[in-house]
């Protein structure tokens, strides 16, 4: 595999979890905490891969897909997380294109 992946979740072991997991798998992780912490890096890189959760403080997980899709630009998409409601699913379907939706807990070898 390889290239550069973005992880961004709020739960601090499951970042850890994610960030160890995709390094494992030769990718460049850049492992972040919050929206904000995207905000924060001035040159945006595309990504390979962005490995997000839709649960964050402060802000509705459709907004945060809206804001977070207007920033970076990616080829993979995918959301971890445990908000494993079919019509949210289905709601950020309809704002970008997911190549994978896993609720929590994942099984991280059934990440393709």
């Given at each position: 595999m390889g290239g550069k992946a973005l992880v961004i979740q709020e739960n601090r072991v499951m970042n850890r979890i994610l960030e160890r997991h995709f390094l494992s798998k030769g990718y460049q992780?850049?492992?972040?905490?919050?929206?904000?912490?995207?905000?924060?890096?001035?040159?945006?890189?595309?990504?390979?891969?962005?490995?997000?959760?839709?649960?964050?403080?402060?802000?509705?997980?459709?907004?945060?897909?809206v804001e977070l899709t207007s920033l970076?630009?990616?080829?993979?998409?995918v959301v971890v997380t445990s908000l494993g409601q079919e019509r949210m699913k289905r709601q950020i379907m309809k704002l970008t294109k997911l190549d994978g939706y896993y609720d929590f807990p994942v099984d991280l070898d059934s990440m393709n």
């Open positions: 992780c850049l492992a972040l905490h919050s929206l904000d912490a995207v905000k924060g890096i001035i040159a945006h890189p595309k990504y390979d891969l962005v490995v997000t959760d839709l649960l964050f403080q402060g802000i509705r997980s459709v907004d945060y897909i970076i630009q990616y080829q993979r998409f």
